[in-house]
């Protein structure tokens, strides 16, 4: 029987105990059967059958608001939101009540009232949800507040059980405010593609909602316009702004048989794309998906820090305890005095600063990667990515442009270059090779007629074989030659070449060789500088790996000053390579196409594949993605992997060390109920803070 899953956007929940309790409210009901709560992405996956109604009941002791995954949650403004309207009725209370009490007894009856209406205001909710785990035994911040406040009011301390009372809510209603701004950079991308696509049927032309386009339906999208769906244009050429996917600036020229993307912009021509994906199958909603389960996923960091805080809120209790009881019992301290400061020790003792310390950053990070087109799928992929000692860099295609251009052609014998070219086209155009491809362009560009090829053979690794005119002819590298290749004018001439940088593919028969061809790769204008920065991040040991011949390796490591080059490798001794790396050198990343390089990808640390935004594969291998078909994000997302695990160490830092100053405060007996709070509020905040910072890194 297939179970009934459904996936909701939430809104309030700000909150990291909050959300353990109402993933736990929502499975103690009868008809779920389980349930997914993430949240970093704010975002519920329950199987079952359950109401929007029965959710938001789950929800109900923290306001938790639950809309299907296609609606975006409305969006109310600070002010307007119920707890921060009773958290300013309280101060308003709170403010009279102490001017008041300048002029009149402490314990006047209108004073005590006013701090009564103060406490009773501000704190329904929390004094709502904290007696009720109270009872239950169930110890989290709120429970340890509720004690706290109820405390202070035994022993006559009202105007300080009114001013913690303020502060808390003062605390939660800036926490959520700030978890929300973390949340909105991934929120921003749901809002990127248009909800409606101006859709070509036959001679009409309709305005629909995305869910209803089908694929094969021809989208029209006008200069200006967003495009919807993804799919490959049919009519028309324009420049397309693809920053939303890959993190380009610079707009993309597309004409008819080009791929877009849902969520592009189209900027000058009128086109017409034929959809290739549905709504929920777009690159964009890949990409939201992805970077949502990211989030979800705990990094090291996060569950030290979550293991920790098991041990660490029993213990404040025990301290908070013992505080309250030892002194009066063992030094005849004052009761009064010593539960005042044993109440001040479990105020300043809630762990939510630390608790949120780490996830906060991975959120902030993850979202902030992926509006600038580097998809990290993972919090413990975005810690690794920080640790790395050394890259492995697939040439073709990564390093260099993955278009090889022929650059010269070469007989030993009597045939003329354009014979040995059109022997060359003949075999090649059976084969889908990078090098088969600067072949054939070059065939076009001299008008080289085609020969009848028969029995093609491709010959891994070395190059292929095929009839022509009764004769079989092999095309490939100078070892698919060995036996043949003695001529001291061939040896040279491949050197030379070889020296140069370029890759020779020889062509001839099994008895002798006929001539050469020689192909270069351009390698990308910014990769010399791109490793330069990575060198100056830190990352010691750069190789290249590659099929070609090591001079030709050796030529193009030279110019991008790499410390190692792996050349003549066969797919499988990549693999091996990659391991032999990390016993070598620890950590290490492998950066690929994610296609040809795909066992590699996954061997290595951090797989991080080039192109996402074109392969499906490229998003299902990696661990990290760069959308766009270029280096140039791979030096960004490494300064971010390393400035968010100094963000994570700091906040970890700052949320135990003022707890421990402040509890440090406890011996003079300087440590007061609302100084306690104002710490516990003030980490809070500062791991918050600290962590939106991350928004500020600039792009490399």
């Known amino acids: 029987m297939e179970t009934n899953k459904n996936v909701y956007r939430l809104q309030g929940l700000s909150c990291t105990n909050c959300a353990a309790k109402f993933e736990k409210n929502i499975r103690a009901i009868n008809t779920v059967e389980d349930v997914h709560l993430n949240f ?26 639950v809309y299907p995954e296609r609606q975006r949650p409305r969006r109310e403004p600070f002010w307007k939101k119920r707890a921060n309207v009773t958290t300013a009725i309280s101060l308003f209370f709170l403010i009279i009540g102490y001017l008041l009490s300048l002029f009149l007894e402490e314990n006047n009856v209108t004073v ?21 785990n109270l009872f239950r035994l169930q110890f989290d911040m709120k429970t340890l507040m509720t004690i706290a406040i109820i405390g202070a009011v035994i022993i006559g301390e009202w105007m300080e059980g009114a001013v913690v009372v303020f502060l808390f809510a003062l605390s939660e209603a800036l926490e959520s405010y700030s978890m929300e701004k973390a949340r909105r950079s991934i929120q921003s991308l749901m809002d990127i593609a248009p909800n409606r696509a101006l859709v070509k049927r036959g001679n009409e032309r309709i305005e629909m909602d995305v869910e209803d386009v089908r694929v094969g339906d021809l989208m029209v999208i006008k200069p200006g316009q967003k495009i919807a769906l993804d799919g490959i244009v049919t009519a028309g050429d324009t420049s397309i702004n693809q920053a939303a996917i890959t993190g380009e600036s610079i707009p993309v020229f597309k004409s008819k048989g080009d791929e877009v993307f849902a969520g592009t912009l189209n900027e000058e021509g009128s086109i017409e794309v034929r959809v290739t994906k549905l709504v929920e199958d777009t690159t964009l909603s890949k990409i939201i998906h992805l970077v949502e389960e990211a989030q979800a996923e705990r990094a090291p960091s996060q569950k030290f820090v979550d293991s920790f805080a098991k041990y660490y809120t029993p213990a404040i209790m025990m301290i908070a305890l013992l505080v309250a009881v030892l002194p009066p019992l063992l030094i005849e301290g004052d009761w009064s005095e010593w539960v005042y400061r044993g109440l001040a020790v479990l105020v300043v003792g809630c762990p939510c600063a ?60 009597n045939q003329t270059k354009q014979e040995i070219l059109a022997l060359a086209e003949s075999i090649e155009s059976f084969s889908s090779h990078p090098l088969a491809s600067a072949v054939l362009r070059k065939a076009r560009e001299e008008n080289v007629k085609r020969l009848a090829a028969t029995n093609f053979q491709s010959l891994t690794g070395k190059g292929a074989k095929a009839t022509i005119q009764q004769v079989e002819y092999l095309i490939g590298s100078p070892h698919l030659f060995e036996e043949v290749l003695d001529e001291p004018e061939q040896i040279d001439s491949i050197s030379h070449l070889q020296n140069e940088g370029k890759t020779v593919m020889l062509i001839g028969t099994n008895e002798s060789i006929i001539g050469l061809i020689a192909v270069a790769d351009q390698i990308r204008e910014k990769s010399p500088s791109i490793i330069q920065k990575l060198k100056q991040l830190g990352i010691t040991h750069t190789v290249m790996l590659t099929g070609d011949n090591k001079a030709c390796g050796k030529a193009i490591a030279k110019k991008l000053q790499m410390t190692d080059v792996q050349a003549e490798l066969m797919p499988e001794e990549k693999l091996s390579f990659i391991e ?13 196409d994610g296609i040809n390089d795909a066992p590699a990808l996954a061997t290595a640390n951090v797989g991080i594949a080039m192109g996402g935004a074109g392969t499906d594969t490229a998003l299902e291998t990696a661990d990290i993605a760069l959308m766009a078909d270029d280096l140039e994000k791979l030096p960004y997302t490494i300064a971010l992997s390393k400035k968010t695990m100094t963000i994570i160490k700091q906040n970890v830092v700052l949320a135990l060390g003022l707890k421990v100053l402040a509890l440090l ?13 104002f710490a516990d509020m003030g980490a809070t905040l500062i791991v918050v803070l600290n962590s939106l910072r991350l928004l500020k890194l600039k792009k490399k």
């Open 40 to 65: 970093g992405a704010s975002k519920l996956t329950v199987n079952g059958d359950v109401s929007i109604e029965q959710l938001e009941q789950a929800g109900a002791f923290d306001g938790i608001k």
């Open 112 to 132: 005590i009232i006013l701090f009564s209406l103060s406490i009773v205001i501000g704190g329904w909710d929390l004094f709502r949800t904290g007696l009720s």
């Open 354 to 413: 630390l608790v949120i310390s780490t996830p906060v950053a991975i959120v902030t990070a993850i979202g902030h990667a992926a509006k600038n087109g580097v998809l990290i799928k993972g919090g413990i992929h975005l810690e690794e990515a920080g640790k790395l000692q050394a890259i492995a860099f697939d040439k073709t295609g990564t390093l260099t442009e993955g278009k090889p251009e022929v650059t010269d052609i070469v007989s030993f014998t």
């Open 580 to 592: 032999q790396l990390k016993e070598s050198h620890g950590k290490i990343a492998m950066v690929g």
């Open 665 to 677: 405060l406890i011996v003079p007996g300087w440590l007061t109920l609302w100084l306690a709070i």
